[in-house]
């Protein structure tokens, strides 16, 4: 290639060709620009003279210009401004993307416009709904102020080395103002808008509610006072506003998605965090925004390996590890939400392969799935050691871990930025669904998991605190952000074998069946049991509290057919769910009402029974005003 290159060298002093003349820029050029970075470039050359002295009339054989990259890459930084009315729904979708995009490794920072508003106001200044008309030339003029106040921070942010993203929350509702927002990002950085719209009412009362109880600008305020100023409010962002319609702009349009029972619009999107947005926004927008649900976090009980001090491995449980696992159902059934008609709320138990989390969560009474994804942090050649012996054998190690635990990697094993990339579909999962989650795992893992709901900063997250027999629950708020709450469990240090809790089943495999089924397929039948044998509590026969929901939750989660025909009888089961009426209902229903209602119901019953689903299927529920 070298003697190619030197054929191709003119003599010195020689005229410059065309094509000479045309590779110039090319040589000249300090960069290279790729789809998701600009990574800047220096040249470095040889000063040494060629052979023959560099004489006129001789080739010039210096070697050519090899560009040097230079440590520092510029990532590109992308800005995504929401839109739409107030209540729709914007924060809650900031709050979310801010966790999940932060917890990937991509700094974000989500800037609320309206907290800028609320810091410049005067002393005793009201902000009422009369503020935010389009014709209240003071309340533009403050509100522009706010605008620009939130920018020169995005820019802040942005020109820093850390700096990748930026939530723009503000309404943002007419096209005017996203104008504004493109010509201020335009070549600057990439960007896209994001529109919450939501049509439903019965939603749209329940998030101005939540306004009333958690926005600084009613804080104080009466419910009733602040509820109608909300509205009116409401109804002057109405009077200009303008959806997205522009097909050049990129943009995400979320249609009611906030409800779970929408759609999405999806105009000129590419790009790498711009598509993770995209894929995250279906999966978060399925559940819907206020759930009652809770999710509970659990490390295993003790091991044989904890009591040794030793890492990794495989081992059961120890005495105090099988006193936890038996005191563990009884903490989570006291935990439990009810829904709207006043039922326990349905759960369902995530383990790993590993033999102490399926030991620990064998005594709870409700259907378990196992995540490979959940298994411990591997500790490859270190696995079985105690720290002491792997400071002893592995001391560079040992340094190295100490001075960066979130991105060391063990030898042969993973780091905490591995466990973080392979937990991303349970975070996704934990997202989708509309029951509560009890996952019994690891203490690495469970950090990770923790870290990504409470949006604590990636370095921090190797020393979260998860202690052995503490129950972490979290709590949704409205705002897409969660209450933090460590429940100990008290251990006696007695436990015998024969003390297993004997109203609760005995240890049993968990009911594995594909992802995404085990809500609607296994919890269809949880429901209807627990409503009937509440039916039987009320008229004083029959099982109660714990022991009813165990009784109810041990027969839908061991019994009945296997995963495969489980996936097979899905239509039938939600064609049989939609003829379960609820309590209410029933006690609402006329004579004629309740005797079709029983037909339909039995007729859907045959169909699943005919197909194998004879477990799912237990007596047609009966009204007591009916009876």
């Known amino acids: 290639?070298?003697?190619?290159?030197?054929?191709?060298?003119?003599?010195?002093?020689?005229?410059?060709?065309?094509?000479?003349?045309?590779?110039?820029?090319?040589?000249?050029?300090?960069?290279?620009?790729?789809?998701?970075?600009?990574?800047?470039?220096?040249?470095?050359?040889?000063?040494?003279?060629?052979?023959?002295?560099?004489?006129?009339?001789?080739?010039d054989l210096r070697r050519p210009s090899i560009p040097k990259p230079i440590n520092r890459i510029e990532r590109t930084k992308q800005v995504i401004i929401m839109v739409g009315l107030p209540g729709r729904g914007k924060t809650f979708l900031c709050n979310?993307?801010?966790?999940?995009?932060?917890?990937?490794?991509?700094?974000?920072?989500?800037?609320?416009?309206?907290?800028?508003?609320?810091?410049?106001?005067?002393?005793?200044?009201v902000q009422g709904a009369d503020f935010f008309d389009h014709r209240n030339q003071h309340g533009i003029g403050m509100r522009s102020q706010a605008v620009n106040a939130a920018l020169a921070d995005m820019d802040a942010f942005l020109g820093s080395a850390d700096g990748q993203v930026?939530?723009?929350?503000?309404?943002?509702?007419?096209?005017?103002?996203?104008?504004?927002?493109?010509?201020?990002?335009?070549?600057?950085?990439?960007?896209?808008?994001?529109?919450?719209?939501?049509?439903?009412q019965h939603v749209l009362e329940q998030n101005y509610l939540f306004k009333m109880r958690f926005s600084p600008d009613y804080k104080g305020v009466d419910e009733a006072a602040g509820l109608a100023d909300f509205k009116a409010r409401v109804a002057k962002y109405e009077?200009?506003?303008?959806?997205?319609?522009?097909?050049?702009?990129?943009?995400?349009?979320?249609?009611?998605?906030?409800?779970?029972?929408?759609?999405?619009?999806?105009?000129?999107?590419?790009?790498y965090i711009a598509g993770k947005i995209v894929f995250f926004l279906m999966q978060i927008c399925k559940a819907g925004m206020a759930q009652s649900r809770k999710i509970w976090l659990t490390r295993h009980g003790?091991?044989?390996?904890?009591?040794?001090?030793?890492?990794?491995?495989?081992?059961?449980?120890?005495?105090?590890g099988h006193e936890y696992a038996c005191m563990l159902p009884d903490a989570v059934i006291n935990r439990l939400p009810l829904t709207f008609d006043d039922d326990p709320a349905a759960v369902s138990v995530w383990t790993s392969t590993l033999k102490r989390t399926i030991q620990t969560a064998?005594?709870?009474?409700?259907?378990?799935?196992?995540?490979?994804?959940?298994?411990?942090?591997?500790?490859?050649?270190?696995?079985?050691?105690?720290?002491?012996?792997?400071?002893?054998?592995?001391?560079?190690?040992?340094?190295?871990?100490?001075?960066d635990k979130l991105r060391y990697r063990y030898p042969a094993g993973e780091s905490y930025m591995d466990v973080i990339q392979r937990l991303e579909p349970v975070i996704i999962e934990m997202e989708r669904e509309r029951e509560c989650v009890c996952v019994v795992a690891h203490q690495a893992v469970l950090r990770a998991v923790l870290g990504y709901f409470t949006n604590a900063p990636l370095d921090t997250i190797p020393t979260l605190q998860i202690p052995l027999h503490t129950i972490v629950e979290l709590r949704p708020r409205p705002d897409g952000t969660m209450e933090v709450e460590q429940l100990p469990v008290a251990l006696s240090g007695h436990w015998q074998?024969?003390?297993?809790?004997?109203?609760?089943?005995?240890?049993?495999?968990?009911?594995?069946?594909?992802?995404?089924?085990t809500g609607e397929q296994v919890l269809e039948k949880c429901h209807t049991r627990i409503r009937n044998w509440q039916r039987l509590s009320s008229n004083g026969a029959g099982p109660s509290g714990s022991d009813r929901i165990a009784s109810s939750y041990q027969h839908a989660g061991w019994?009945?057919?296997?995963?495969?025909?489980?996936?097979?009888?899905?239509?039938?089961?939600?064609?049989r769910a939609s003829s379960i009426p609820t309590d209410r209902e029933l006690d609402a229903m006329s004579p004629p009402s309740w005797h079709a209602q029983q037909a339909q119901h039995a007729h859907h019953s045959d169909e699943l029974r005919n197909s194998g689903g004879d477990a799912f299927c237990p007596a047609a529920p009966v009204s007591r005003a009916a009876a």
């Open 1 to 59: 290639m070298w003697e190619v290159l030197k054929t191709k060298l003119k003599p010195r002093g020689a005229t410059p060709t065309k094509a000479a003349r045309a590779d110039s820029p090319a040589k000249a050029r300090r960069a290279v620009n790729f789809k998701d970075f600009h990574l800047p470039l220096e040249s470095e050359s040889d000063s040494g003279e060629d052979e023959g002295g560099g004489t006129a009339g001789q080739l």
């Open 96 to 125: 979310k993307l801010r966790c999940y995009l932060n917890w990937l490794g991509h700094n974000t920072k989500h800037i609320n416009v309206g907290s800028y508003r609320r810091a410049q106001k005067a002393e005793g200044e």
């Open 166 to 200: 930026v939530i723009f929350d503000a309404t943002n509702t007419t096209e005017e103002r996203r104008q504004i927002m493109i010509k201020h990002c335009h070549g600057r950085y990439q960007y896209l808008f994001i529109e919450s719209i939501c049509n439903d």
């Open 239 to 271: 009077e200009v506003y303008e959806p997205l319609s522009d097909r050049n702009v990129h943009y995400i349009k979320l249609i009611d998605m906030v409800t779970g029972r929408g759609h999405m619009d999806v105009n000129r999107i590419s790009g």
């Open 302 to 320: 003790e091991s044989e390996f904890n009591e040794k001090g030793l890492i990794g491995g495989d081992s059961g449980l120890s005495q105090r």
């Open 362 to 403: 064998g005594y709870l009474p409700f259907p378990k799935l196992r995540w490979k994804a959940l298994d411990e942090i591997h500790a490859g050649s270190c696995d079985g050691l105690s720290y002491a012996e792997i400071e002893k054998r592995f001391p560079e190690e040992f340094e190295a871990r100490a001075a």
């Open 497 to 517: 074998e024969s003390a297993a809790p004997s109203h609760l089943p005995p240890p049993a495999l968990p009911v594995q069946v594909p992802l995404g089924t």
């Open 559 to 575: 019994q009945g057919p296997e995963a495969s025909e489980l996936v097979q009888m899905r239509p039938l089961l939600h064609k």
